[in-house]
């Protein structure tokens, strides 16, 4: 099983507009609301592509009612932590038509008590035992200290799972601390993890294989439609992503790391690993809304990706 962790839960409601303009009335042509958050738009790739997932981490009030009775409606197995701290948030995404840009409002959501936290690192130990893959992503929520997925990592490890880490600022840095198993930075994220002009990429395979020489079996560094930079146990990768018309790239990384993770607890190649999850990321961006994938997207776009060793 692949365990998702989202401590930071969301409802995403995406707005589509024909023009969007700062300070002026615009109405909606339409409106989508999904159980969000990086951890379930993970899960929610996983279970489209066939694959056995169990989401987990933290949700409150109606907004996390909202949160499970999504899940439940699309077949995916859910085991939350209740906060009594306030509503699990709302991310707005505001589509605009002419021109095609995408503007985001992300809430900071519920403030989580040191008891909540507790039991959240119970339950994800809990689960870990009987997990191939625990993925924790996203940010964290107030009240949760920045070593949390540091520690959270330690206990997956105890447990026998393999931890993914997507996050950014102070929760990344102090989670490599603990070595998880795969690591995926951003161009932004990369830059201030590694200190390196991630452009330059020479220093960027540099930066990578001094990273993976410290215990970190995986590290990709995502680029949008350049595609990927990767390195896994010593070896590094150029990864072409195929060319497309994007229509909706919120949710892309997430779904990359969904494919990492099929592919990891499939026990595939390297670079097959690599090829499905550009693949599953580029047939993200086809659809309208994070974390929608079709099959038949991710098997055509699978033979447009090219890999090279660096």
């Not at 439940?72 to 932590?81: L, N």
């Not at 119970?122 to 929520?141: E, N, Q, R, T, Y």
């Not at 996050?167 to 993890?193: C, H, I, M, Q, Y």
């Not at 919120?250 to 999850?277: P, Y």
Request: glycine share 10%; charged share 20%.
């Amino acid at each position: 099983m692949i365990t998702t962790v989202t401590l930071n839960a969301a409802i995403d409601k995406t707005y589509y507009v024909d023009t969007f303009v700062p300070g002026r009335v615009s109405r909606a042509d339409r409106v989508l609301a999904v159980p969000g958050g990086k951890g379930l738009n993970v899960a929610r790739v996983i279970r489209t592509l066939g694959y056995e997932t169990l989401a987990t981490g933290i949700v409150g009030g109606n907004n996390g009612n909202f949160i499970r009775t999504g899940l439940d409606r699309i077949g995916i197995a859910h085991d939350f932590v209740t906060t009594i701290g306030g509503e699990s948030r709302l991310c707005l995404n505001i589509i605009s038509q002419h021109p095609c840009l995408s503007t985001e409002i992300l809430e900071p959501g519920p403030k989580v008590s040191e008891e909540e936290t507790k039991a959240v690192f119970a339950k994800v130990s809990m689960l870990a035992a009987v997990s191939d893959i625990v993925v924790l992503s996203g940010s964290l929520p107030a009240g949760m200290p920045s070593d949390t997925y540091k520690l959270l990592i330690e206990r997956i490890r105890e447990q026998g799972a393999l931890p993914f880490l997507d996050s950014s600022t102070a929760a990344l840095r102090n989670g490599l601390e603990a070595k998880p198993f795969l690591v995926k930075p951003n161009e932004d994220e990369a830059e201030s993890l590694l200190g390196v002009d991630v452009r330059n990429e020479e220093s960027l395979v540099k930066a990578l294989r001094h990273r993976m020489t410290e215990g970190i079996d995986c590290i990709v560094v995502t680029r949008g439609a350049a595609g990927s930079i990767a390195g896994f146990r010593g070896q590094c990768y150029r990864v072409h992503a195929p060319v497309i018309t994007p229509l909706n790239t919120v949710g892309c990384g997430d779904s990359f790391v969904a494919g990492m993770a099929v592919g990891f607890q499939r026990q595939w190649e390297i670079e097959q690993i690599l090829t499905f999850a550009t693949a599953v990321s580029a047939a993200n961006a086809l659809t309208e809304h994070a974390g929608e994938v079709y099959g038949a997207d991710v098997e055509r776009l699978s033979k447009e990706i090219r890999i090279e060793r660096i």
